[in-house]
């Protein structure tokens, strides 16, 4: 089972900041957080990953709670071509190290 | 475009058929993995590859279906007597066998069982 909470789905306004929670009150402290994105009848697509500390690259900013409960993806300046599914994954950092999907957030950017 | 390869796209076959699909993972990745996607679920892991070996297997992997990734490149996913709840996107990834490093997914192939 997914260890994450997320909110089914969001709204934002192009050109605005999407700010996208999530919550992973039971992970532990080798698992990092990782996020996806899935715009329609696509594969998932890799956005960023982190293990306590904030992190950003070219596409978003992942801020991490100190207690690492929980996280936030940050995409500064929205555009309509990221309308899509955003997941939000605890990786277990052992053995396949597979991806356990949850049903993620449904981001909506509205021009 | 070196990326993760899906063939075909699509595939719509009778119920009791057998299907195979191929995925081309990126050239020098170790790591390969096949997923599974229903309208409105996020990805369940299938099976998961190093190299040429088959490290780990889903209990969602009935034993109609059978993968294999004979020279540790490309890789097959077969489902024998396919049935209508088959009916998904199957995905395929792949990844360095590098710790914390990302997945890759191919674009999937849509299966459709009627």
């Known amino acids: 089972d997914a260890k994450t909470t997320q909110p089914t789905s969001m709204d934002c306004a192009e050109g605005r900041a999407a700010n996208l929670p999530c919550n992973h009150s039971?992970?532990?402290?080798?698992?990092?957080v990782y996020w996806y994105r899935q715009i329609h009848s696509q594969g998932p697509q890799y956005i960023i990953h982190?293990?306590?500390n904030n992190e950003t690259n070219e596409m978003a900013s992942l801020i991490i709670t100190e207690d690492r409960k929980s996280s936030t993806l940050i995409l500064p300046h929205a555009t309509l071509r990221d309308t899509a599914v955003y997941y939000c994954?605890?990786?277990?950092?052992?053995?396949?190290?597979?991806?356990?999907f949850g049903k993620g957030t449904k981001l909506t950017v509205n021009p | 475009d070196t990326g993760v390869s899906q063939n075909p796209r699509h595939k719509i076959t009778k119920r009791g058929q057998n299907v195979t699909f191929r995925c081309d993972p990126i050239?020098?990745?170790?790591?390969l993995y096949w997923y599974r996607q229903t309208l409105g679920q996020g990805p369940e892991f299938l099976t998961y590859?190093?190299?040429?070996?088959?490290?780990?297997k889903s209990r969602l992997l009935s034993d109609r279906f059978s993968a294999e990734r004979p020279k540790g490149s490309f890789s097959t996913l077969e489902i024998q007597r396919t049935e209508q709840g088959d009916s998904a996107m199957y995905l395929c990834?792949?990844?360095?066998?590098?710790?914390?490093?990302?997945?890759?997914f191919g674009q999937g192939t849509r299966l459709t069982v009627v």
């Open positions: 990834a792949s990844s360095l066998r590098v710790a914390n490093t990302e997945a890759f």
């Open positions: 039971t992970i532990s402290g080798n698992e990092y």
């Open positions: 982190g293990l306590k």
């Open positions: 994954i605890v990786r277990v950092m052992s053995g396949s190290e597979k991806l356990v």
């Open positions: 050239s020098e990745h170790n790591r």
């Open positions: 590859f190093q190299n040429e070996a088959q490290l780990e």
